[in-house]
């Protein structure tokens, strides 16, 4: 895929080793009111060519799970307490800093959730896409050469009179166009992975799919595995092969679409799903998950989940549980899969299958 | 202005090119555009170049070398009348502002030669004093942590002194006069309000998305402060020291009148002309304070109209 020699990979390489693995990753935020644990013990991989959403409402973490994998955390306040980040064997978060910025674009690239602010205003479209390709081209090409490629780069990407393009500066463009310029900016180096951090929320509904769908034909073209993070099921529903679902900094369930979407085994899980509202809901009121998201400086004991989970009892005030095996293959950090919550599963599945009608007749 | 919307050229095959014809503008193709508009700016840049302009060129149309002392005189050339003790009127022959009381030495050299000191330490402490801003509050407001508690406390401590105070010190400890001097005073003393300036302007400016995104791509710290973050900085830094042109060339007009300032012995400055000129006022010499002061004045005026133009021309929101 890429030709370039790779400053960062010291190890050879194993086919069955995860692109990316990212291993008890927290980051706390110290603020004036106390510390944030906005991603507490995060664990999950991507391999080669892979595509994992990472789902969860505002404010889960999921944005700083990627921000954290970059790097790209402001310290202080922000602290990246423990945990590994492996591209391909190498550890990011001990990287030093000339080393990380080979990484980021090269390696790794970034798509941000708002086009209208993700482009420098005083630049032209061609500057900002030339300048990430004169970073990572080994050996050095000149500047015309490098705008030759970010033409290149724009037409991969379906942006017309790409030509023309690349002297615009960002506001004589549209918001559609302006995602599609920074995922050309983001492919432009090959890199092998490719971050989306809500890369359609600011774009209208027509605007998204197309977006979305760009995504994964260049994904699959490239084979550059993605990491998309999103609070829109729809989206993952129709992007990733591989989904984890975040509650309050930590993953509580992760499988396949099929597996998570279809057959949700965590409550929240369920809960999500059955609030989204679908045609065969009409006259129904929608289903809320009830309670509000835990204040971060004082978050419940045991499962941070507890305190708004119709199926909790004095197990999950005690402890949380890891990741344990469901029944429809996916992972779940519920009790309700551990032998203690034995006895109490049926009645959550009778709810799930109920849910699933609905979903199903909604996809 | 009856303009029609610049286009570009359609080539020939491209007749149906309706949506990329316009021509895109950079941030200075717009900042003209709107300043073009602007009169009284227009009027200010005219005054303060012909200011430089005459100050720069000075030597070549002064009749008379700055330091020529001519012989006494005890009428004014052309009337026999008038007494050259006092200086002589403007107008007189040959000396289109008059001359000076005593030495009667040419005004309008001393005005033109005083100018070119006068509009150098301005103009020279305000770039010095934007160069050392500049990087100090950028680095401030892009590392922040200890870098900017240093920093800022230094501004903290620069901005409390009072600058004719520590002039007026250094004066007499190492007896200035040299203007280059005055001008590194000038620069060390005025950089640190730009530095709180440019600060606030990182400190807003590093949190937009674009600055991550340049993170994510891999670019450097120091690319990202001077080619991310600071052209879009840069309208407030060029207002703000176009004004401090006017203010430093005011106090330093200021401290020469107060004779801790340029040597009036070695180089004349518009300040230490009107010192001298001070004591034949009375004796009915008031061409000698006058022409210097309207230098200043008008040089004054037009820096301050250019800046209150450029304020208006640069600010993105601004869309005439």
Not at chain 1, 227 to 247: G, S
Not at chain 2, 112 to 135: C, K, M
Not at chain 2, 187 to 213: H, I, K, M, N, Q
Request: net charge neutral; glycine share 10%; with cysteine.
């Amino acid at each position: 895929m890429s030709s370039q020699p790779n400053p960062v990979d010291t190890t050879t390489e194993s086919p069955e080793r995860p692109l990316l693995d990212v291993r008890g990753l927290r980051t706390y935020f110290h603020v004036m009111d106390g510390t944030v644990k906005a991603v507490d013990g995060v664990d999950f991989s991507i391999p080669r060519g892979g595509t994992v959403g990472l789902v969860g409402e505002s404010g889960c973490g999921k944005s700083v799970t990627a921000h954290s994998i970059m790097r790209l955390i402001d310290i202080p306040p922000g602290e990246i307490v423990s945990g590994e980040v492996l591209l391909e064997g190498v550890d990011l978060l001990k990287l030093p800093d000339d080393k990380i910025r080979h990484v980021r674009g090269g390696e790794i690239a970034m798509i941000f959730q708002e086009p209208m602010t993700s482009l420098n205003p005083v630049f032209t479209i061609g500057d900002q896409i030339s300048e990430a390709i004169l970073l990572h081209t080994v050996p050095k090409i000149s500047h015309k050469e490098a705008m030759e490629r970010a033409i290149e780069s724009l037409q991969l990407v379906g942006v017309s009179a790409p030509e023309r393009r690349v002297k615009q500066y960002p506001h004589e463009l549209s918001g559609g166009m302006r995602q599609r310029a920074m995922i050309a900016m983001a492919l432009s180096c090959n890199p092998k992975l490719l971050i989306a951090d809500e890369p359609t929320n600011a774009l209208d509904v027509t605007i998204q799919a197309q977006i979305l769908e760009l995504i994964k034909a260049l994904q699959a073209r490239t084979g550059t595995a993605l990491l998309l993070i999103t609070h829109d099921l729809a989206v993952v529903a129709e992007t990733v092969e591989t989904i984890a679902v975040m509650y309050a900094g930590r993953i509580v369930e992760t499988g396949t679409v099929d597996q998570v979407l279809l057959n949700p085994q965590h409550p929240y899980t369920q809960g999500l799903m059955s609030s989204i509202p679908g045609v065969k809901k009409r006259g129904e009121a929608l289903s809320v998950i009830k309670g509000v998201v835990p204040n971060p400086f004082r978050m419940p004991p045991g499962c941070a989940f507890q305190p708004r989970c119709p199926y909790a009892w004095e197990r999950c005030r005690e402890a949380e549980p890891e990741l344990l095996h469901a029944a429809s293959g996916a992972y779940s950090r519920c009790f309700l899969h551990a032998p203690e919550g034995a006895s109490r599963l049926p009645a959550f599945e009778h709810v799930v299958s109920g849910t699933v009608s609905s979903v199903v007749g909604s996809k | 202005m009856n303009q029609l919307p610049v286009t570009e050229p359609l080539d020939p095959g491209t007749q149906a090119d309706f949506e990329v014809a316009l021509v895109s503008l950079n941030q200075w193709q717009l900042a003209w555009r709107r300043f073009r508009r602007h009169k009284l700016a227009l009027f200010g840049s005219g005054l303060f170049l012909t200011m430089v302009a005459i100050s720069a060129l000075g030597p070549l149309i002064c009749p008379y070398d700055p330091t020529y002392v001519p012989p006494p005189l005890h009428f004014c050339p052309g009337s026999l009348t008038q007494i050259a003790y006092n200086g002589c009127p403007p107008l007189t022959q040959g000396h289109p502002l008059g001359t000076t009381g005593s030495l009667q030495l040419d005004l309008l050299t001393l005005v033109v030669n005083g100018g070119r000191i006068s509009l150098l330490i301005g103009i020279g402490s305000s770039i010095f004093a934007a160069i050392i801003g500049t990087i100090v509050g950028g680095m401030a407001g892009y590392f922040g942590g200890w870098i900017d508690t240093i920093f800022m406390r230094v501004v903290d401590v620069l901005l409390s002194l009072p600058i004719l105070i520590v002039i007026t010190v250094f004066a007499k400890a190492f007896g200035l006069g040299d203007w280059r001097m005055i001008m590194v005073v000038f620069a060390a003393l005025s950089w640190p309000g730009l530095a709180r300036l440019v600060r606030s302007l990182f400190l807003t400016l590093r949190t937009e998305v674009f600055v991550d995104a340049a993170r994510a791509v891999g670019v450097s710290d120091r690319r990202i402060i001077f080619r991310h973050i600071l052209p879009n900085a840069v309208s407030p830094i060029i207002v703000s020291t176009t004004l401090s042109i006017a203010g430093i060339i005011v106090t330093e007009a200021f401290v020469d009148y107060l004779g801790y300032g340029v040597d009036p012995n070695k180089t004349p400055t518009w300040g230490n002309i009107l010192t001298s000129a001070q004591t034949y006022i009375i004796n009915g010499n008031w061409w000698w304070a006058f022409f210097p002061g309207l230098a200043i004045v008008l040089t004054v005026l037009g820096i301050n109209f250019m800046g209150d133009g450029l304020r208006d021309a640069l600010d993105p929101r601004s869309r005439l």
